[in-house]
């Protein structure tokens, strides 16, 4: 019986998804036929066709996937170093109390201030290149390591500390087989945000600065007047970003078992 | 105690230690005032700024209102129309079935891309920053208010069977309030996409606001005017999450945990 | 089973002189203990009984190592004892585990953290998993435990690190009656199998009667020392032999014990 209800579920699940989408279809197909819309924009049967070609047709320099690769590896680069630097920072300064009051201060002046802002300036001192498309994803991305970093040193439950003390751990043992590992949760949480950010960090300083990559695309479709180019690229984007964000969950649940309660 | 006060000593030092820091290393030309200007000039250049237009057409003060009005009315939409829809979405099923598949197409494509699209639509101007800010918002109060709900829906239930409250009252007087610092925690996010997206919109095509203005403080090589517009980016986005805490605080009481 | 156990009459291996211990609050201090004397033997099976919040885990913690001493001084093997002491090992009542261990990483956490090598420690570890009976259980994570099994793992560990002393604060106050009584009848096992000295606290005056060679009856904030009780009944014990119910009547009498209530954490 229960199997039964599961499977009905089941149906009307796909049932009520695909209706959602061909409704959404419909509309985007009469905005184009009936309205002023079909004049700038494309139907979903031309986009879908152009997503197509786009696999095998360069757009500007590259095809679709020659872009999406370029902007990976540019949001692989900063995102790396920004992970790498924001949960050392973060360690530090939710650890030692020293640290933090050094840092945090100096810190919070950069902390609120949006990746994409950094744009003008990082061109203003490094020009415009590749290390400049880094050094924006990077600032996008470190504030959030930091702080979610910092969270679960701070939040380290000191009752374990002490069992480890007692149980004979130095100070940097306690570091590494307490600190560490019970902020790994929100590390995870931090890797999470923080790849979000980056990937949009990429689009924007593309759209700014690049001669391709998705950005570059979407950018581009605008001011051809080439909206096609536009839906493309932003289709991509949407499916990176979903494969990206589900590549970490898996990764987290694979690193944090303990937090699964098996039943 | 003492210590308390000992760690606030150390962090003012550090302050003022940074900041000198970079005072000697732009005057002394270690690194050129070009790259990295003082930070006495920009006072004295966020002073100027206050009421002149150099370089870029408009004085501070307007491009601040700018970017808080379009940030502002962006966010407000957004919540206003996601926090009923992830609602619902997680109330009743159907909904759910409907909006989920046709939600999770949208949620992945960051608000910036956007940009483009929403200026082919309305032109460079405010409806299409403020439709981007809006989907900036909106996302982040879909999830969260839906999974705020979704949460508790098991004791909702318990309730509704023990106590024989009916399922409006159930929705109104028990899931919605528990919901609500997960639902505050969408608005905090929301907030933040708002103001990262303002400035990206404005930075790609405005002809006004903060973002707008560093823009063309870059191009015309105006390094202080930049700094100023960042720090002062910095500083309202900082101010209005703290607005939103202070707003939680008032609303949510002692739902949060500390 | 050996029957025939006396304590030897042998100089005690903890020391307590006039220990007392105060908190700084918020608005002044309180006393939580008030000037404890206590020798303890070695291999004792000492119970510290008292009501909740008197300051009994306070008691351990600072024998422990996790707090200062306010007054007085606490001796181990005639050593001044300052911090923590590899010789004095602890189970506690919230069991305590590392979460992202598991059940072997928790066991021979201490003696890794002491530098020894891995097929020594992972042998010895194996040893007490087994000696708690929870082999098969090794590759676990505690949060797939039982509340019974996680405190088991919390006994492991901390004999793993070879104290001499173990304290166990209320390690069964969480768990149900009939897990309580299993797991009461295994430590005592795992007492005679190793012998160590415990001090064992409890409110609950059946497993301190069970137990106990000697209980130490606490009294309420700030703990004293009311009065002790050598318990001479065989074991193991039976909880419904006269001796026994005579004893849990007196006791009870003594301190005004809501029985079953109390159970502050
Ligand atoms: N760190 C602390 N600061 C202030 N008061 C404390 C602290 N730790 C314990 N206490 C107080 O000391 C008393 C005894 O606590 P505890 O030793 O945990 O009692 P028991 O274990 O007997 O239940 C309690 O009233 C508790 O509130
Ligand atoms: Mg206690």
């Not at chain 1, 066709?49 to 360069?58: G, K, N």
């Not at chain 2, 939409?77 to 759910?96: E, Q």
């Not at chain 3, 039976?238 to 954490?265: M, P, T, Y």
């Amino acid at each position: 019986m229960i199997n039964k209800t599961f499977t009905k579920d089941m149906r009307e699940t796909w049932m009520y998804g695909i209706l959602g989408f061909l409704v959404f279809l419909l509309v985007w197909q009469a905005a184009c036929v009936f309205t002023n819309f079909g004049k700038i924009f494309p139907t979903p049967k031309v986009s879908l066709a152009a997503f197509l070609q786009a696999f095998v047709e360069p757009i500007g320099r590259h095809t679709l996937l020659g872009h999406i690769s370029i902007s990976l590896r540019r949001v692989l680069i900063g995102y790396t170093l920004s992970s790498i630097t924001g949960i050392i920072i973060g360690l530090l300064m939710g650890y030692s109390k020293l640290a933090h009051a050094i840092i945090y201060p100096i810190f919070c002046i950069i902390r609120p201030i949006p990746g994409i802002a950094w744009i003008p300036l990082a061109i203003l001192w490094i020009g415009i290149g590749e290390p400049t498309i880094h050094f924006i994803i990077f600032m996008g991305g470190f504030s959030q390591m930091v702080m979610n970093t910092m969270d679960g040193a701070q939040h380290v439950d000191t009752e374990l500390v002490g069992v480890a003390k007692v149980l004979g751990a130095k100070e940097n043992q306690i570091f590494r087989k307490i600190v560490l590992p019970s902020s790994i949760p929100y590390i995870f949480t931090g890797l999470q945000t923080s790849l979000s950010t980056s990937w949009m960090a990429v689009l924007a300083a593309e759209m700014i600065t690049a001669r391709e990559g998705a950005g570059w695309l979407i950018i581009a479709g605008m001011q051809t007047g080439r909206i096609e180019n536009n839906v493309i690229g932003m289709i991509a984007i949407g499916l990176v970003g979903l494969i990206l964000a589900t590549l970490l969950r898996n990764a987290e649940r694979r690193l944090c078992r303990w937090t699964v309660r098996s039943r | 105690m003492k210590e308390k006060t000992k760690y606030i000593i150390i962090s003012i030092v550090s302050l003022i230690s940074f900041i000198l820091l970079w005072d000697l290393v732009s005057k002394s030309g270690i690194i050129s005032a070009k790259k990295l200007p003082a930070p006495s000039k920009l006072f004295e250049t966020f002073i100027y700024k206050l009421g002149n237009k150099n370089p870029d057409g408009n004085t501070l003060p307007i491009h601040i209102w700018t970017s808080l009005k379009e940030a502002l009315i962006g966010f407000f939409f957004g919540i206003v129309i996601g926090v009923p829809l992830g609602i619902s979405m997680a109330w009743f099923k159907k909904f759910d079935k409907f909006f989920s598949p046709l939600f999770d197409l949208i949620k992945p494509i960051p608000p910036v891309g956007w940009v483009p699209i929403m200026i082919t639509f309305f032109g460079i101007g405010i409806m299409s920053k403020v439709s981007v800010i809006f989907i900036a918002s909106f996302i982040p109060a879909v999830i969260n208010s839906y999974s705020g709900i979704k949460q508790t829906r098991e004791v909702h239930k318990w309730v509704s069977q023990t106590f024989g409250a009916s399922n409006r009252q159930v929705l109104f007087t028990i899931a919605i309030p528990s919901a609500g610092p997960m639902i505050f925690t969408g608005a905090r996010v929301a907030l933040n996409g708002s103001w990262v997206s303002l400035v990206a919109a404005e930075l790609i095509a405005s002809t006004k606001g903060l973002g707008y203005m560093i823009q063309t403080a870059r191009l015309v090589g105006r390094i202080d005017v930049v700094f100023v517009g960042v720090l002062v980016i910095g500083v309202f986005g900082a101010a209005m999450m703290e607005g939103l805490s202070f707003l939680e605080r008032k609303l949510v009481k002692g739902g949060r945990r500390s | 089973m050996d029957s025939t156990k006396q304590v030897k009459k042998e100089k005690p291996i903890i020391t307590m002189e006039r220990i007392s211990k105060t908190f700084q609050v918020e608005d002044g201090e309180v006393k939580v203990i008030d000037q404890i004397d206590l020798d303890i033997r070695e291999n004792e099976f000492l119970v510290l009984f008292g009501a909740g919040q008197c300051g009994k885990t306070t008691l351990l913690k600072m024998l422990a190592g996790l707090e200062t001493i306010s007054g007085g001084s606490i001796k181990i093997d005639e050593k001044e004892l300052k911090g923590f002491n590899p010789k004095v090992g602890m189970v506690y009542q919230t069991t305590a585990l590392f979460p992202w261990l598991t059940v072997m990483g928790n066991v021979e956490f201490g003696p890794k953290a002491r530098g020894i090598g891995k097929t020594e420690r992972q042998k010895k570890a194996q040893y007490y998993i087994d000696l708690v009976g929870l082999t098969g259980f090794e590759k676990h994570f505690p949060s797939m435990l039982s509340g019974g099994m996680q405190q088991r793992v919390g006994i492991a560990r901390a004999y793993c690190n070879d104290p001499e002393i173990i304290l166990m604060d209320e390690p069964f106050g969480h768990l149900d009656a009939q897990t309580r009584y299993m797991m009461e009848e295994e430590v005592e096992k795992i007492w005679q199998e190793e012998k160590r000295t415990i001090i064992f606290v409890t409110n609950n005056i059946e497993e301190a009667l069970y137990l106990a060679d000697r209980i130490v009856i606490l009294t309420e904030c700030p703990a004293r020392v009311l009065t002790e009780y050598k318990i001479d009944i065989p074991r193991p014990r039976s909880l419904v032999s006269e001796e026994f119910l005579s004893l849990r009547e007196e006791i009870s009498s003594l301190v005004d014990l809501r029985e079953g209530g109390n159970d502050a954490e």
